[in-house]
């Protein structure tokens, strides 16, 4: 089965709402990355996370990474349009030395104006 | 800078029939992905490769062949088509482990 998952796989809200999404591994991972994809569009990276608690933000937008390096969120403050996409989360097991690449299923945001 | 290429980018296969799609990165990056994508599932991983003539076993490889002969070139191949390979197919690359992939535009891949 899928090691990765997120939660939600949708989310609708106001322009201006919070958002988050969460991702969570069934293993220990050595690193997690996060993508959006627009509609109609591929994967694109935002952020790589690969320090146990480590916390970054980039705008509007904060990413965590969990203590046990198994779980990690995305949190988007005060949405806008220009949000909307589908939110991946992505990461190495940390026993796979090979580079294997495993991503959630991703959340789906869209915003109301 | 043209980063990842994949062909074609649509495709109509019958049942039964094989096909090949390629994926080309001049990034000069040692790991290459494929993926494909459906509704709710997200990214599962099909095969992937840490160099050249190198590949491994992803989440769902059944059904798929790939080969790297070359480092810039990634083929996927589909040697009997089913319609449950209708999808659309990433395929993605890194300079190495645990840093940034870059995706090509996909390949939106139809079975009848």
């Known amino acids: 089965g899928q090691q990765v998952m997120q939660i939600p796989q949708y989310q609708h809200v106001q322009e201006g709402e919070d958002f988050t999404t969460y991702c969570n591994s069934s293993?220990?991972?050595?690193?997690i990355q996060w993508y959006k994809q627009r509609p109609g569009g591929h994967p694109v990276f935002l952020i790589q996370?690969?320090?146990?608690?480590e916390v970054k933000k980039q705008k509007r937008l904060t990413f965590q990474f969990g203590e046990a390096k198994k779980n990690s969120s995305l949190h988007i403050t005060a949405t806008q349009t220009t949000d909307v996409g589908t939110y991946f989360c992505?990461?190495?097991?940390?026993?796979?030395?090979?580079?294997?690449?495993?991503f959630g299923q991703g959340t789906e945001l869209s915003v109301k104006p | 800078n043209a980063g990842v290429t994949q062909t074609p980018k649509f495709r109509v296969l019958k049942t039964g029939q094989s096909m090949t799609l390629l994926c080309a990165q001049d990034?000069?990056?040692?790991?290459m992905y494929w993926y494909r994508q459906d509704p709710g599932m997200g990214l599962r991983l099909i095969h992937y490769?840490?160099?050249?003539?190198?590949?491994a076993k992803g989440e769902v490889p059944d059904g798929y062949n790939v080969s790297r002969l070359k480092k810039q070139n990634f083929l996927l191949g589909l040697e009997s088509a089913a319609p449950s390979q209708t999808s659309v197919y990433f395929c993605?690359?890194?300079?190495?482990?645990?840093?940034?992939?870059?995706f090509g535009q996909g390949t939106r891949l139809t079975v009848v």
């Open positions: 993605a690359s890194t300079r190495g482990r645990n840093t940034e992939a870059f």
């Open positions: 992505a990461g190495c097991p940390i026993y796979n030395q090979g580079g294997k690449l495993i």
């Open positions: 490769s840490v160099g050249e003539g190198t590949t």
């Open positions: 996370l690969v320090k146990s608690g």
């Open positions: 293993t220990t991972l050595s690193n």
């Open positions: 990034m000069n990056h040692e790991y």
